[in-house]
């Protein structure tokens, strides 16, 4: 049977709309609602654009506004099929849930929590009838599992509209349990519950991740297959994620977390007054990032989480580690506030501790990510040589370790999860029209295979991938009916981030390999740094540890499609930085 996705993707448009009117929703919501043509199908630049669409209860859309209040040279670049995030200076983007659509009176209704600070926030205060906003989006919707026997939503006042609209449209009809914290009695709204819902109110100060950890251990655990929906600030709910995966062992697919906000932590009055008295920062240590990887492969993180008031001794008992190693360790972690131990009752987590048990934060000290990183340290001798650090560090190019490690290869692949959005200008192109063999290669196959089905596209797929192929279509396997596993011919061929892991002459040697099976490939790739990133400038440099050359744009791709018996016959824009490169055999 054919695996579910968690989502649904949306073709990403930049969408005008205004201010109609302003509403008090509670002394702590305001209620903005934006009406306008965009929100119908439109034509802008000659290119068509379909409706607005939002159907999911937790849907976002990204607010594009500026911090010099020049909002029109902070909007992104539209595609055909997607947006380019160009790089802009003082752009400033905030997500959002639809509170509320009515596309019958083409109404957008926008809640922002009443904090004063924060660039939307300061918008909504300040908006008046006729003002003029700027979005794009939702990029996808998230698809619920169709059976089960409750729900429970929980989050801060941040996820009031999401709950709010889940409980107004009732995408699954159970009950709902509802726990929403406030840092005030006047935010409590009106909530449409039905006969068997239930609700929880607790007063808790925003981002209090002890308040919210212990009403949610509070709430009763009702019987059969249930769902849990939480969005807070990011690290108040590490503990939530945690308690609900390991302690009440929900699954992946019935469980969606997410980071509405991030707090940031005030300096300390000490750190001020001394500020100016500091020593101007050199050059990053190594040793807090090396500190930090340790701990999380020891286990340390994850023992002093599950057992707070460790002794060092019984930590090093426990992880099977000599007492001096440890002892050794727990200093830096200490000062680099990983584990705390302030009063002597015991290890416990810092902030920064408490920070890596959300999985996406060890991924820069663990796993692939972190082992490219490690690889830089060949950098000088590889630019010397005209080799990659990787090939340096390892004695293997970064293809050749992949092929061999299935975990390593499963890691690319989740890399490449967020390739579906984009892949709509692909999957509209014309040279679909009567292909009915596709063949797939390179991590991001799954998201490809997905992408032509939201498309409505449903080819026979060929899976060419040299090792882990069960990895290749990991998160969307269609049904086993359309699938071939041995390779073969085919009308197209599809490499998704195939070249990103491949030096310039496995590069060669895989597109030669493609030309004996097809007369038409396409090279889905990142040809640039995606400007809305903050690690931007880093692109460059992790393709270059990967495999010893830069990110290949349209040129550098030419090269290598005539040393391998192609030509370049156009390339698509998908945005983000990534392009679709069509190749006809020469």
């Given at each position: 049977?054919?695996?579910?996705?968690?989502?649904?993707?949306?073709?990403?448009?930049?969408?005008?709309?205004?201010?109609?009117?302003?509403?008090?929703?509670?002394?702590?919501?305001?209620?903005?609602?934006?009406?306008?043509?965009?929100?119908?199908?439109?034509?802008?630049?000659?290119?068509?654009?379909?409706?607005?669409?939002?159907?999911?209860?937790?849907?976002?859309?990204?607010?594009?506004?500026?911090?010099?209040?020049?909002?029109?040279?902070?909007?992104?670049?539209?595609?055909?099929?997607?947006?380019?995030?160009?790089?802009?200076?003082?752009?400033?983007?905030?997500?959002?849930?639809?509170?509320?659509?009515?596309?019958?009176?083409?109404?957008?209704?926008?809640?922002?929590?009443?904090?004063?600070?924060?660039?939307?926030?300061?918008?909504?205060?300040?908006?008046?009838?006729?003002?003029?906003?700027?979005?794009?989006?939702?990029?996808?919707?998230?698809?619920?599992?169709?059976?089960?026997?409750?729900?429970?939503?929980?989050?801060?006042?941040?996820?009031?509209?999401?709950?709010?609209?889940?409980?107004?449209?009732?995408?699954?009809?159970?009950?709902?349990?509802?726990?929403?914290?406030?840092?005030?009695?006047?935010?409590?709204?009106?909530?449409?519950?039905?006969?068997?819902?239930?609700?929880?109110?607790?007063?808790?100060?925003?981002?209090?991740?002890?308040?919210?950890?212990?009403?949610?251990?509070?709430?009763?655990?009702?019987?059969?297959?249930?769902?849990?929906?939480?969005?807070?600030?990011?690290?108040?709910?590490?503990?939530?994620?945690?308690?609900?995966?390991?302690?009440?062992?929900?699954?992946?697919?019935?469980?969606?977390?997410?980071?509405?906000?991030?707090?940031?932590?005030?300096?300390?009055?000490?750190?001020?007054?001394?500020?100016?008295?500091?020593?101007?920062?050199?050059?990053?240590?190594?040793?807090?990032?090396?500190?930090?990887?340790?701990?999380?492969?020891?286990?340390?993180?994850?023992?002093?989480?599950?057992?707070?008031?460790?002794?060092?001794?019984?930590?090093?008992?426990?992880?099977?580690?000599?007492?001096?190693?440890?002892?050794?360790?727990?200093?830096?972690?200490?000062?680099?506030?990983?584990?705390?131990?302030?009063?002597?009752?015991?290890?416990?987590?810092?902030?920064?501790?408490?920070?890596?048990?959300?999985?996406?934060?060890?991924?820069?000290?663990?796993?692939?990510?972190?082992?490219?990183?490690?690889?830089?340290?060949?950098?000088?001798?590889?630019?010397?040589?005209?080799?990659?650090?990787?090939?340096?560090?390892?004695?293997?190019?970064?293809?050749?370790?992949?092929?061999?490690?299935?975990?390593?290869?499963?890691?690319?692949?989740?890399?490449?999860?967020?390739?579906?959005?984009?892949?709509?200008?692909?999957?509209?192109?014309?040279?679909?029209?009567?292909?009915?063999?596709?063949?797939?290669?390179?991590?991001?196959?799954?998201?490809?295979?997905?992408?032509?089905?939201?498309?409505?596209?449903?080819?026979?797929?060929?899976?060419?991938?040299?090792?882990?192929?069960?990895?290749?279509?990991?998160?969307?396997?269609?049904?086993?009916?359309?699938?071939?596993?041995?390779?073969?011919?085919?009308?197209?061929?599809?490499?998704?981030?195939?070249?990103?892991?491949?030096?310039?002459?496995?590069?060669?040697?895989?597109?030669?390999?493609?030309?004996?099976?097809?007369?038409?490939?396409?090279?889905?790739?990142?040809?640039?740094?995606?400007?809305?990133?903050?690690?931007?400038?880093?692109?460059?440099?992790?393709?270059?540890?990967?495999?010893?050359?830069?990110?290949?744009?349209?040129?550098?791709?030419?090269?290598?499609?005539?040393?391998?018996?192609w030509r370049v016959e156009r390339t698509v824009a998908l945005g983000w930085g990534t392009e679709a490169t069509v190749l006809r055999r020469a």
């Amino acid at each position: 049977m054919a695996a579910q996705r968690a989502y649904t993707t949306h073709p990403l448009v930049l969408r005008r709309v205004a201010v109609r009117r302003v509403e008090e929703v509670t002394p702590r919501m305001r209620r903005v609602v934006l009406g306008g043509e965009d929100l119908a199908a439109f034509t802008r630049d000659g290119i068509d654009h379909p409706g607005f669409a939002a159907p999911g209860f937790d849907d976002h859309v990204k607010l594009i506004l500026a911090a010099d209040g020049d909002v029109r040279a902070a909007l992104p670049a539209q595609l055909p099929h997607g947006i380019e995030w160009t790089p802009a200076e003082h752009r400033l983007t905030r997500d959002y849930t639809p509170r509320r659509v009515d596309l019958d009176a083409g109404e957008l209704h926008l809640d922002f929590v009443v904090h004063g600070d924060g660039p939307a926030e300061s918008w909504s205060a300040a908006a008046r009838e006729g003002d003029e906003l700027w979005f794009v989006g939702p990029k996808s919707s998230l698809r619920l599992p169709d059976r089960l026997d409750w729900i429970q939503l929980v989050g801060d006042e941040t996820a009031l509209p999401a709950i709010g609209r889940f409980l107004d449209e009732r995408p699954l009809d159970v009950p709902a349990h509802v726990l929403v914290t406030v840092s005030d009695d006047a935010a409590r709204q009106e909530l449409a519950l039905r006969e068997g819902d239930t609700v929880t109110w607790v007063l808790a100060e925003p981002g209090d991740a002890a308040a919210l950890e212990s009403a949610v251990r509070a709430l009763p655990v009702p019987a059969g297959e249930g769902y849990v929906w939480a969005a807070a600030e990011s690290r108040a709910l590490l503990p939530v994620r945690r308690y609900f995966q390991r302690e009440r062992k929900l699954s992946k697919d019935r469980v969606n977390i997410t980071g509405y906000w991030h707090r940031e932590e005030p300096a300390a009055p000490e750190a001020e007054a001394t500020a100016d008295a500091a020593p101007a920062p050199g050059i990053p240590s190594l040793l807090p990032w090396l500190a930090t990887r340790a701990a999380l492969q020891l286990g340390v993180v994850d023992a002093v989480a599950d057992t707070p008031g460790l002794s060092a001794g019984a930590l090093a008992a426990r992880l099977g580690v000599p007492g001096p190693g440890i002892a050794v360790l727990l200093p830096l972690l200490a000062a680099y506030d990983v584990v705390v131990d302030a009063d002597g009752s015991g290890l416990r987590l810092g902030a920064a501790g408490e920070e890596l048990l959300d999985d996406h934060e060890r991924e820069e000290y663990t796993g692939h990510e972190a082992d490219l990183l490690l690889a830089l340290a060949h950098l000088a001798p590889a630019l010397r040589d005209g080799t990659s650090p990787w090939r340096l560090a390892s004695g293997a190019t970064l293809h050749d370790t992949v092929a061999d490690d299935a975990e390593r290869y499963g890691e690319l692949v989740e890399e490449c999860e967020q390739l579906v959005f984009l892949l709509t200008g692909l999957t509209a192109d014309p040279l679909w029209e009567g292909v009915k063999t596709c063949l797939l290669t390179g991590p991001g196959s799954a998201s490809m295979a997905a992408a032509l089905d939201d498309a409505g596209r449903r080819p026979r797929l060929r899976i060419a991938e040299e090792g882990a192929p069960g990895e290749v279509l990991r998160g969307h396997v269609p049904a086993p009916d359309r699938i071939d596993w041995t390779g073969g011919p085919a009308d197209v061929a599809v490499a998704a981030k195939a070249l990103a892991y491949r030096t310039d002459e496995e590069a060669v040697r895989l597109l030669t390999r493609l030309a004996a099976w097809t007369g038409t490939a396409v090279l889905v790739e990142a040809s640039r740094p995606d400007g809305l990133s903050p690690h931007a400038a880093e692109a460059a440099l992790h393709a270059f540890t990967a495999t010893g050359g830069p990110l290949r744009d349209s040129a550098a791709l030419a090269v290598l499609a005539k040393r391998s018996g192609w030509r370049v016959e156009r390339t698509v824009a998908l945005g983000w930085g990534t392009e679709a490169t069509v190749l006809r055999r020469a």
